[in-house]
Nanobody, 127 residues
Framework: QVQLAESGGGLVQAGDSLSLSCAASGRTFSSYAMGWFRQAPGKEREFVARITWSSWSGGNTYYADSVKGRFTISRDNAKNTVYLQMNSLKPEDTADYYC?????????????????WGQGTQVTVSS
């Protein structure tokens, strides 16, 4: 089992930055994929960013087109934490942000490919 806990959400203005954290606990893996997804009010949950990491190949990241160049996903294995740095935020980035985890070398943007989910953290960007 893996437990995930997001933090760092809040209310910001358009153009501001915000950093989200996702702390993982429980079983450890030599390789994994950690994704950030978001769900805006009245919309389906969507992929935001992913990092796939292994002890032998390092990290591989991938972003949704809507956040590419503005958001950066990174990880600190010593802290079992993945971060999402969000810059140049827009009102359309307003959503509940969820981190998700899947053990193994998984390169996926699909919600159904992730086994463990956090409770989410709310991000509101005012115009």
């Amino acid at each position: 089992q893996v437990q995930l806990a997001e933090s760092g959400g809040g209310l910001v203005q358009a153009g501001d930055s915000l950093s989200l954290s996702c702390a993982a606990s429980g079983r450890t893996f030599s390789s994994y994929a950690m994704g950030w997804f978001r769900q805006a009010p009245g919309k389906e949950r969507e992929f935001v960013a992913r990092i796939t990491w292994s002890s032998w190949s390092g990290g591989n990241t991938y972003y949704a087109d809507s956040v590419k160049g503005r958001f950066t996903i990174s990880r600190d294995n010593a802290k079992n934490t993945v971060y999402l740095q969000m810059n140049s935020l827009k009102p359309e980035d307003t959503a509940d942000y969820y981190c998700a985890f899947r053990g193994g070398l998984v390169y996926s943007t699909k919600i159904t490919d992730y086994d463990y989910w956090g409770q989410g953290t709310q991000v509101t960007v005012s115009s």
